[in-house]
């Protein structure tokens, strides 16, 4: 079926409506082309298209807003114009990257404000493609962030500020979750740089471990309770010991805050920590000092008082809490004349002149406690501007030693009389008229040295002692008696003449005289000079005095020595079996024995003296071991053999004696050598001493010895000829025997 023709109006209708419809798409193409243009119009980001070379070919009016210049003020002008020169060369790689094909890219760069001054802007750029998809431009959509970038500046020079801090303070910062864990919540909160520093440990390795990994095991429970106390609280503050990645440990201390959410819940902590190792140990060498000093306190004799401008005692330190007279807590806040008023001036005299010089102070004190006179040295020093330290000793030991060496520098230490020293001191004192007439008296004790040879130098120093006692009790208490030196003494007699000084030698001599029968006699030889007035000088009265006593010296030296001798002989034969019908039977063999062989008469003067002094040496030897009984010990038969030599010692301080001296010495020699004390051999040993030998052994052997019973005269000839050549010389023992053979006959 053919469709029906259309007719003219029906044509004329649809040829309007189709014009209709053209014009509504034209307006509604001009529509949609001016709709981006309002858009970007109206935009607060700049929207701009450049070519490959930077050249501007579009820009948004809003770049008037953001930069200060109209649209036609810069198109067709390069970006680089108006590019920050310190941008250009990061800005043009940027750039290329970001228009490359089916790229998207963001660029942050400076522009130049129409005013002269910089703006930071951010670009988001894609790329212009031509119908072929060949790069031809970019569009840059473009927004201010100059204000973001000031703060982010500020920010980081803020940061920087805090880095810079952080890094070069001696603290460090961390910050913590609420179980003491570190946490790296920003940067800002990581744990300082130096406290790799100090502890020596990155703060990436510490990463979520906890605070508490790294405290000394000793002091981890303490440090998490006051952790927990400080969140709770809201602050807190702990020392404890961090260990340092080599292994030792530091001391901290550490002052934390809590951190609060949004919600106020504690979520953290930050803690600032700081080393205090040398404090510690600053506090701990103090606290040994301390202890040191308390130590040296109690130790030493000394107390210690801390004093204030007007005598108050402030502070009391003792080695031993009986050191002081007075408790500590009864001086206590007490001034010296509330405790002691005698003493009160004197301590504040001290106290001010400290204070006021700023110099040290000593005072000397005494105080009697239970009868006991004690000395005390109190020594004052500046402490501050109104307090001073004083140091008290007790120095009564050394004021005693004091007054025992003042005794000593005047006194004789044997005698215990005054000294040399003291009787020249003595001299000035007495120089005056009033003292005279002055008569000195010297005395020399006889035989000293004779004793000492003997007995020794302890039964030498006794008779001196004796001799000091008789002089000071003869003496009147206003003499002076002194011990001039070795055996000689002085005595010094203030206002006294000569003739009543005669009659004070006279009574020293009686004295002695009683001493005849001992062991040790006491003789003086005595000197006399007297000062008449004061043209005679004392050095003149002395050598005067001298010259006397060495006169008085050799009349009575040799009675002397003889008399000490034979006090000696006295004395043996009251201690031992050494009679003097022994020496006198003996006397008789060595006589006939001398005859016979023909000795001359100084020879047989000689003998007889031998026959009598020959045991003289056994006066130094103790009654106990000459009378012993039964066998000597082997220290007792040495002491019995020096006998020989004390009698030697003895008889050569007579001159008249010194021609027996050499055969005492050799009597105990034997004929084979074997004798003491020289092991003289043969005829090395002096004839006298070989003849004493066999008329002494036969007159012990035939009248005995506490020790040895006595045999018959017959038996001691046989024990005699039994012993020639060995002990005895045998020439020398047929003449004994003929010679005994005689006496018996006649």
């Known amino acids: 079926m053919c469709e029906r023709e259309k007719s003219k109006e029906e044509l004329l209708a649809e040829l309007e409506a189709l014009q209709r419809r053209l014009e509504a798409a034209e307006e509604a193409l001009r529509e949609s082309e001016t709709q981006p243009q309002r858009i970007t119009d109206n935009m607060f980001d ?112 803020r940061e920087e500020e805090l880095r810079q801090l952080t890094d070069n303070m001696l603290d460090t910062v961390i910050k913590t979750d609420d179980q003491g864990r570190i946490q790296y919540s920003s940067i800002s909160w990581k744990p300082s740089p130096s406290f790799k520093g100090f502890l020596g440990y990155h703060t990436r390795k510490l990463f979520g471990h ?21 969140l709770s609280t809201g602050a807190g503050r702990m020392e404890f010991r961090l260990r340092h990645a080599d292994g030792h440990y530091l001391w901290m201390e550490s002052v934390g805050k809590a951190l609060l959410d949004d919600q106020g819940r504690v979520v953290g902590a930050i803690l600032g920590n700081r080393d205090i190792t040398e404090r510690k140990q600053f506090e701990e060498k103090l606290r040994r000092t301390a202890s040191e000093l308390q130590t040296v306190f109690r130790a030493l004799p000394d107390l210690y008082f801390r004093l204030s401008a007007d005598g108050a005692f402030l502070d009391v330190q003792a080695g031993q809490a009986g050191d002081l007279f007075i408790p500590k807590e009864v001086l206590l806040g007490k001034r010296i004349q509330d405790v002691s008023f005698r003493f009160s001036q004197l301590f504040q005299q001290a106290i001010d002149q400290v204070l006021q010089k700023r110099t040290l102070a000593i005072v000397e004190y005494a105080i009697t406690i239970s009868s006991d006179k004690k000395f005390f040295e109190a020594r004052f020093l500046p402490l501050l501007e109104d307090q001073v330290v004083v140091v008290v000793r007790n120095i009564t030991e050394r004021k005693q030693a004091e007054e025992r060496l003042k005794y000593l520098s005047f006194h004789d230490m044997l005698t215990g ?12 004192r007495l120089d005056t008229k009033r003292q005279t007439p002055l008569s000195i008296i010297m005395g020399d004790v006889n035989g000293l040295k004779i004793v000492n040879d003997t007995f020794g130098h302890q039964t030498g120093d006794k008779l001196l002692i004796d001799a000091a006692m008789i002089l000071k009790d003869i003496c009147r208490k206003e003499d002076i008696v ?22 004070i030698c006279n009574r020293i001599r009686k004295s002695c005289a009683k001493t005849e029968r001992d062991l040790v006699p006491i003789r003086f030889a005595l000197g006399v000079a007297t000062r008449e007035d004061l043209d005679q000088t004392f050095d003149v009265v002395l050598r005067e005095a001298e010259h006397m006593m060495y006169r008085d010296k050799p009349l009575d030296s040799r009675s002397t020595r003889f008399s000490m001798i034979t006090s000696f002989q006295r004395a043996l034969a009251d201690k031992s079996a050494e009679t003097l019908e022994h020496g006198r039977r003996i006397q008789d063999l060595v006589t006939e024995i001398g005859n016979r062989i023909g000795l001359s008469d100084k020879e047989q003067g000689e003998l007889i003296l031998l026959a009598a002094l020959h045991d003289i040496g056994q006066i130094a030897i103790p009654s106990n071991i000459l009378m012993k009984p039964c066998y000597l010990t082997e220290n007792e038969w040495e002491l019995i053999k020096r006998h020989p030599e004390i009698g030697e010692r003895i008889v050569r301080t007579v001159p008249d004696l010194f021609g027996i001296a050499e055969a005492i010495l050799s009597h105990h020699e034997r004929w084979d050598g074997t004798g003491y004390p020289q092991g003289l051999q043969g005829k090395q040993i002096p004839l006298l001493s070989r003849i004493l030998a066999l008329a002494d052994t036969y007159d012990v052997m035939t009248n005995g010895r506490p020790y040895k019973k006595s045999i018959n005269p017959g038996d001691a000839v046989k024990e005699i000829k039994k012993c020639a050549g060995t002990q005895f010389d045998p020439e020398l023992v047929k003449i004994f025997v003929e010679t005994l053979s005689h006496a018996i006959h006649s």
């Open 417 to 428: 009389i005054y000294n040399r020293s003291y009787f020249e001191e003595e001299l000035k």
């Open 210 to 230: 906890s605070i508490f990994d790294l405290v000394h095991p000793d002091d981890r429970a303490a440090a998490m309770t006051a952790f927990q106390t400080g």
């Open 46 to 157: 700049i929207i701009s298209q450049t070519d490959l070379m930077g050249t501007i070919q579009y820009v948004s009016p809003s770049n008037k807003s953001v930069l200060g210049y109209e649209p036609e003020e810069v198109l067709g002008r390069s970006v680089y114009d108006f590019l920050y020169p310190g941008d250009i060369d990061k800005m043009m790689p940027d750039v290329l990257t970001a228009i490359a094909p089916n790229s998207n890219a963001r660029i942050e760069y400076r522009l130049r404000h129409a005013n002269g001054h910089y703006v930071w802007l951010e670009s988001v750029v894609s790329p212009v493609l031509d119908d072929n998809g060949i790069v031809t431009g970019g569009i840059f959509v473009t927004r201010d962030i100059n204000d973001r970038k000031l703060s982010e500046e500020a920010l980081r020079a």
């Open 482 to 503: 002194c011990r001039f030196g070795g055996d000689e003494f002085a005595i010094l007699l203030p206002k006294t003449k000569k003739e009543t000084a005669m009659r």
